[in-house]
């Protein structure tokens, strides 16, 4: 008995994998304006300038610090193991100094016996060993480290920060060397060389992959992928980013583009901007070139420089964009006449009164359910539903009601869950255990499953949601 419910759990937990690290893309830490030249007061809509990084603070970075079993620890806390990425949910392992596999020091050459160009093993110092090591230790118990994407690791740039001061924020990842981390992603136009962040200065770049460079470790991960909204918009699954499809077929200066996104009216929304480096970047497909980007859903990219929001604070006269001809980070002089697209939402949900939870024994907690009775009118009330495994639908994901009640005194200001009829159940927000995702549900009544003491609800479809 004690195995098949393990065997349930991780079946279920397997099935929510596919949304719990669908995730939003994190702020760019970038908190000063500029214009072509200098530092100004960060402009009001209307004004020239208005939209850059600094105008928006689209899900903040944020972090939390872990001991070694994965508990959470306070910001005060001295000594810590790992950090949790609040934003992506991405678990991210501690430096240290002291001689150990996490030593700040260690370097490693790239290598990835299953990938076609599987790199360099000489010297038993490379990326798979360090790997193993920490998943043959569990360390944090857990046994599903890898060398993270370069997406992932780029993620915890900050933007804010100039050179040679670590674009990182080292009061969570403190010990992180002024050089070249290694992600896992290949160089898909020459495959002896792979993607690495260079975090004095916060961009990605190629490295050979018999070059030593650092490694951070990662657990957890992204999926996803594209919806076409048919009005001339693309909606990033993983991120909650809707993308303008087509952009301009002129280029434009930094500031032109800016102006442009702000004034853009499309698919029914005028909240439209110039995307931050890090959000474009989530856009760009690393596995392609010229152009280095999905072209079944994006078929008019140009394989050039797209503008950012993002000034390089390095040199305040060049703004930072993506080259969608090989996927590479660069910078352009704002005066220069570049490509643009728009890009809108992508922000994480609120949780407001009516928002449904989920906690790690997967009780589902509903507080505000509505049902209109033909005789009595709208009843409010609260239910709790617990997963339960039934071997003989073990694909089913059926949801035991474990107890409700009347609430006497029912939100009105959020929307909430409803019960129909036909005892099918909306439930428009659920938020997941990680504290960021948040899912739509709809589960329906299963008389063949059901008794006179429990009445069970089969999910029957869910999906991410993002405002």
Request: hydrophobic content about 35%.
């Amino acid at each position: 008995m004690k195995k098949t419910w393990v065997s349930a759990f991780g079946f279920i937990i397997l099935m929510l994998t596919a949304v719990v690290w669908a995730a939003p893309v994190p702020d760019s830490g970038q908190s000063k304006c500029y214009n072509n030249t200098v530092e100004i007061p960060c402009p009001s809509p209307g004004q020239p300038f208005y939209g850059q990084d600094a105008n928006y603070s689209i899900n903040p970075m944020s972090y939390t610090k872990l001991d070694s079993s994965g508990n959470t620890l306070p910001d005060s806390a001295a000594d810590w193991s790992m950090v949790k990425d609040n934003v992506t949910g991405l678990i991210w392992e501690g430096k240290t100094n002291d001689g150990t596999i996490h030593d700040m020091n260690n370097t490693y050459t790239w290598y990835d016996p299953t990938d076609s160009d599987p790199g360099y093993s000489y010297g038993g110092m490379h990326t798979k060993y360090f790997i193993d090591v920490l998943n043959i230790t569990h360390f944090g118990g857990n046994s599903d480290w890898r060398i993270p994407t370069i997406k992932e690791i780029a993620s915890i740039i900050n933007y804010d920060i100039i050179a040679l001061e670590g674009a990182i924020s080292t009061n969570y990842f403190p010990n992180t060397q002024e050089s070249f981390y290694w992600s896992s992603s290949t160089y898909v136009s020459i495959t002896n060389f792979a993607w690495s962040v260079y975090f004095p200065y916060g961009y990605a770049t190629r490295s050979h992959k018999s070059f030593y460079n650092y490694v951070r470790a990662v657990r957890g991960g992204q999926s996803g992928g594209y919806k076409d909204n048919g009005d001339g918009t693309v909606t990033d699954t993983s991120t909650g980013l809707m993308w303008q499809q087509a952009g301009p077929s002129n280029v434009k200066t930094w500031e032109q583009a800016l102006a442009y996104c702000e004034g853009l009216n499309l698919g029914g929304y005028k909240d439209w901007r110039l995307p931050s480096k890090r959000a474009l970047r989530s856009l760009v497909d690393f596995s392609r070139v010229n152009p280095s980007i999905n072209t079944a859903y994006f078929p008019d990219t140009v394989s050039s420089f797209y503008w950012t929001s993002t000034t390089n604070v390095n040199n305040v006269e060049f703004a930072w964009g993506s080259n969608f001809s090989d996927s590479g980070d660069g910078f352009d002089k704002k005066l220069s006449y570049d490509y643009v697209r728009a890009v809108r939402g992508g922000q994480a949900p609120t949780p407001t009164r009516c928002t449904a939870t989920i906690d790690g024994n997967l009780l589902l907690n509903v507080p505000y359910l509505t049902y209109i009775n033909p005789f009595l009118g709208k009843i409010s009330l609260w239910a709790n539903f617990v997963y339960e495994f039934n071997p003989t639908y073990p694909t089913l994901m059926l949801f035991k009601m474990k107890d409700s009640g009347m609430l006497n005194e029912p939100s009105s200001l959020c929307a909430a869950s409803t019960l129909s009829d036909n005892f099918k159940i909306h439930i428009p927000d659920v938020l997941l255990q990680d504290g960021s995702t948040h899912l739509w549900a709809d589960l329906e009544f299963a008389p063949a499953l059901s008794t006179d003491e429990s009445a069970y609800f089969l999910v029957t479809s869910y999906g991410v949601i993002s405002n």
